[in-house]
């Protein structure tokens, strides 16, 4: 799967592992970074993210932050973007098969290591359910673009 990732400062050491992790698991990982230490600001990278995830470039996405709150934001306002926070392996399963989520945002200050992982892959591997679940996101999808909202 073509993965579209990205982190400020606080989530670059684990974005950086997770970049590791998952083109070891045999996925093309694209690294909108950032990739040092400085200061950045996260929008930037969630944006970056987001429109590979929008444009198709990218299937998925992962960002990380230091709670992944701020990531989740962002993206969600690149249209087409159903981006979720989560903090365990089940919410990650659910995110996918309910909600269709196309974006997973991560704590890097919230979470250790191997529970990222964990999160990450349950997101990646994690499918669509479908149905009556499809109804549920057209419609979240549709208000985005009325311009009565
Ligand atoms: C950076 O200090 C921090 O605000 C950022 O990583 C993130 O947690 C924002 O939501």
Do not use: W
């Amino acid at each position: 799967m073509k993965i579209a990732m990205g982190a400020d400062h606080a989530g670059v050491d684990a974005k950086n592992e997770l970049v590791q992790k998952l083109s070891e698991a045999g996925h093309e990982v694209e690294d909108c970074g950032t990739q040092g230490e400085a200061s950045v600001d996260y929008p930037d990278y969630a944006l970056k993210v987001a429109e590979s995830v929008a444009s198709g470039q990218a299937e998925r996405g992962i960002l990380v932050c230091g709670t992944g709150i701020g990531m989740s934001i962002a993206a969600n306002k690149v249209a087409g973007i159903r981006a979720a926070k989560c903090n365990d392996p089940q919410e990650a399963v659910m995110c996918r098969a309910h909600n269709n989520a196309n974006v997973l945002c991560l704590g890097a200050r919230v979470l250790d290591a191997t529970v990222l992982a964990e999160v990450a892959r349950a997101f990646i591997d994690s499918p669509f359910e479908g149905g009556r679940h499809a109804r549920r996101v057209d419609k979240m999808m549709g208000a985005e673009n009325s311009p009565s909202r």
